[in-house]
């Protein structure tokens, strides 16, 4: 399954990612080593203790301020009305009893945490990450990530944040929230309503939910851009809208990141409101995710490929689509393989509906060992994604995001005209 793990060590290993996964969809089951444990885990470093009782730190800034790269701040349980900045400093920002007993509210005023010149070897876990309000230029309304900031970023609920494409005169002439010089493109504003990273960062944004923040822009839930890379791996997207391509994640402008094993559902956007690839040398691989029921009002419901770009695009299963599963742009050079989508109301490729514009003239979507038919999911209006028997096509192997299935005796078949299914799988 698909979900919020629990850690595997009190910090962060990017090699030991721990891929367990929550059979349901509620609250992240996270569990937390003692203090004692995560002073052992780097012998030499410290720990700086953050509690809103007065028990050490009051707030997480004040903790960041005194800390040296290498040092973990563990922060207690509460509510924290600020926002976080670590610029040039490896920390591990942990929270002691996870997302659901610890909450960083950025109080409405830019992102909630900015992160520049940060390795690999930092994180960012186990936090609900809300109230984050930005405004042009600004974006990334929960995280900011710019200038090789690469931390791991794992066990967190993203949730509320917003990034505005405009602003009052005040947050144009805030030098503090101004994003760094782009290196190849433009800066987007208004994008990334979860999650914004770009120059050279690598972060690996895994087991996370990222849910109901809003763009402006482009990317609702996540944007990688301008030469970022790394990895968006076993994440929970949902709900996210934005107000340009990309409802739930957005890849531009040179960014080559892995995307792989997320569940990617009811996001909203005028064209690839799941995914949206765009530009020369934006290649990412967006490898056996599941995509389901988000809703374009121009381009395609699933994944969309802009001019130029190269992505590969396999083994994904993109569930009930009405404006297309994969569409590509014909200066595109995607690679469309192994992918299942369902269409209710049609039983084959109509037109390009399904990914027939990614390839070159006299073959189709059907000739890359992609298929289109019928899935149905154990119970996925409350997030139970796993398909009612294995989804394993020939010569491909498993597509999606779950490789666990529920019995197929006990899931029944769904009839009925396109209104009827989308009652029956409304958002929860």
């Keep these: ?58 707030s997480i800034q004040d903790a960041v301020d005194d800390a040296a790269s290498g040092d973990t701040i563990l922060v207690g349980p509460g509510r924290y009305k600020e926002r976080i900045v670590i610029s040039n400093l490896d920390v591990y920002l942990v929270s002691a009893l996870g997302p659901v007993a610890t909450t960083i509210d950025g109080g409405g005023i830019g992102p909630v945490i900015r992160c520049v010149s940060m390795s690999e070897a930092s994180s960012i876990e186990g936090f609900t990450i809300t109230g984050g309000v930005t405004h042009s230029p600004q974006v990334g309304g929960g995280i900011y990530l710019a200038a090789q900031a690469s931390p791991l970023i794992r066990n967190n609920i993203i949730v509320g944040n917003r990034v505005f494409a405009g602003g009052s005169a005040a947050s144009l002439s805030d030098g503090e929230n ?43 839930g996540v944007v990688f851009y301008d030469h970022a890379d790394g990895a968006l791996e076993g994440n929970r997207i949902y709900h996210n809208k934005a107000g340009k391509p990309g409802g739930g994640v957005v890849v531009d402008c040179a960014a080559k990141p892995l995307l792989e094993r997320n569940i990617i559902a ?31 009002t121009l ?15 396999t083994a994904n299963l993109i569930g009930i689509v009405d404006r297309g599963g994969v569409l590509c742009d014909p200066e595109s050079d995607a690679t469309v393989t ?18 027939g514009d990614c390839f070159g003239p006299g073959h189709d979507y059907l000739d890359g060992g992609n298929a289109v038919f ?55």
């Design 299 to 313: 381009g395609a419901d699933g994944i969309e490929c802009g001019e130029l770009c190269g992505p590969e695009i």
């Design 374 to 428: 019928e899935v149905l999911f154990c119970g996925a209006p409350v997030g139970d994604f796993r398909t009612c028997g294995p989804l394993v096509l020939s010569g491909c192997g498993g597509v999606g995001a779950i490789d666990e299935a529920c019995d197929s005796r006990s899931c029944g078949t769904i009839k009925g005209t396109w209104g009827v299914i989308k009652a029956i799988y409304r958002n929860p």
């Design 338 to 355: 192994c992918n299942v989508v369902w269409s209710p109301g049609r039983s084959g490729p109509d037109g390009d509906d399904f990914g």
């Design 178 to 220: 101004m994003p760094e010089r782009p290196l190849l493109c433009e800066l987007i504003y208004g994008a990334g309503g979860g999650i914004f990273a770009y120059l050279q960062c690598r972060p690996r944004v895994v087991d996370n939910l990222i849910k109901d923040n809003v763009a402006q822009g482009p990317g609702g």
């Design 1 to 58: 399954m698909v979900g919020l793990s629990s850690l595997d060590s009190g910090l962060p290993a990017r090699d030991s990612v721990n891929r367990s996964r929550h059979p349901g969809i509620g609250v992240p089951c996270l569990v937390f080593l003692s203090v004692w444990l995560l002073i052992d885990a780097h012998a030499g470093a410290e720990t700086l203790e953050v509690n809103v009782s007065g028990d050490g730190y009051t």
């Design 266 to 296: 009811w996001n909203e956007a005028p064209s690839g409101a799941g995914i949206f690839i765009d530009r020369i040398d934006t290649d990412p691989i967006i490898r056996r995710n599941t995509l389901y029921m988000n809703s374009a």
